[in-house]
């Protein structure tokens, strides 16, 4: 009795065997047999299920979004308070960060490997998910959650440069101190939401007031500013040309 298969698990299957591959060498530099070859099939089964390597970028775009918010919504299922809720997104973000600096490899190869109503329609859906996932679970604007959505983006590629997990942590600990009081309290409490974000842009968002000789002060720091921008940008340059060396 023949085997039976369900198309949609092993498609599923493929595209997970596939990520790898395509997050390590880049979308440019794989074909569609080197692919075959990584994952353990023949070239006809891959063609079969995915007619081209777009293709294949395009559904692993959408199987990512769709896996990870998933495995987000499985986890967050039985949290009932807002508040375990937001410490359990703190820790389950920092958790997939390099999942994130992936994901974000793969959607600057789908931008310059797509057309753009094809980037389009793969990127409303990942940031439709995330967005109607954090809204609903953590009570708030739909805007405010496509604003962390966006800041996540920027994060993943901001962490790129770094070659450990502890400067995309440390972001994310920044995050939950901005966001914790604004997310936790404000459900509960708002004026003492209030107290709390101001007490926290006093402290960490803003700079403290200059109380003697402010202008002159104001001049100093500024010079000094330019200064060491200059510095930090003649090094890199020399550093530049001594590797061309």
């Known amino acids: 009795m023949p085997k039976i298969v369900d198309h949609n698990n092993y498609r599923q299957e493929l595209l997970e065997k596939s990520l790898n591959l395509f997050t390590r060498k880049g979308y440019s530099n794989v074909n569609m047999k080197e692919i075959a070859n990584e994952i353990g099939v023949s070239t006809g089964t891959l063609y079969h299920y995915f007619p081209s390597k777009v293709n294949i970028l395009a559904e692993m775009m959408a199987w990512i979004a769709d896996k990870n918010i998933s495995d987000y919504y499985r986890r967050s299922k039985s949290v009932e308070s807002i508040r375990d809720r937001f410490d359990m997104v703190t820790g389950w973000i920092k958790e997939n960060g390099e999942f994130y600096e992936k994901t974000l490899l793969l959607a600057f190869d789908f931008f310059r490997n797509s057309n753009i109503q094809q980037y389009k329609e793969v990127y409303t859906l990942f940031s439709d998910l995330y967005a109607d996932a954090w809204s609903e679970r953590m009570n708030i604007s739909r805007q405010f ?59 960490e968002l803003l700079k403290k007031p200059v109380s003697t000789g402010t202008t002159a002060v104001k001049k100093d720091k500024k010079n000094m500013a330019k200064k060491a921008m200059s510095a930090r940008k003649s090094s890199y340059v020399k550093k530049q040309r001594n590797n061309k060396r």
């Open 145 to 203: 959650a496509r604003f962390i959505f966006i800041f996540l983006i920027g994060l993943s590629f901001h962490s790129l440069a770094f070659d450990e997990r502890s400067e995309f942590n440390n972001q994310v600990d920044f995050l939950d101190e901005l966001f914790s009081p604004i997310i936790v309290n404000g459900s509960e409490n708002l004026e003492k939401a209030a107290k709390k974000i101001k007490a926290f842009a006093c402290t």
